[in-house]
């Protein structure tokens, strides 16, 4: 019996977390925060909350892909934390994880940052890196048009 629930364990802990069933993707289409995507569900798994800001709203399905991706790595591949000032490679080219803050005057409430939440800025475009220039980049899309 001791070796049959080893084996049962095994086979739980090897099963993977399909990010589609663990989180939850809000995008917001109107308001000062409109283009906003973020996740509910990953704090429950002990990861940050990821975010977008300013996103055009054509573009919300594959903003939408980056975040279950970067999720479901983060869920089930990922061998240390994701932290703030660190690249990923995504599909349009290298994206920095910032701290994410919230701004009440651009519609990111403070409720929504009551966890780690990192924002998804372009590295490209990243220079200083003090508070007030990561501010400014998370308010800036992710995405150029």
């Not at 095994?10 to 993707?25: F, H």
């Amino acid at each position: 019996m001791g070796r049959g629930r080893r084996t049962l364990e095994a086979a739980v802990r090897r099963m993977r977390l399909d990010p589609i069933r663990e989180i939850t993707i809000e995008a917001l289409t109107d308001g000062p925060s409109r283009g906003w995507l973020h996740t509910h569900g990953l704090a429950r798994h002990g990861k940050p909350e990821l975010e977008i800001r300013g996103l055009p709203l054509f573009m919300r399905r594959a903003g939408s892909a980056i975040l279950n991706d970067l999720a479901g790595y983060l869920l089930n591949d990922a061998t240390a934390p994701l932290l703030p000032g660190q690249i990923i490679e995504g599909p349009g080219g290298p994206i920095r994880a910032v701290e994410g803050r919230p701004d009440d005057s651009l519609g990111y409430p403070a409720d929504h940052y009551t966890t780690p939440r990192l924002t998804l800025v372009d590295a490209e475009s990243m220079g200083c890196e003090c508070d007030e220039c990561a501010k400014e980049k998370a308010a800036r899309p992710l995405f150029r048009s």
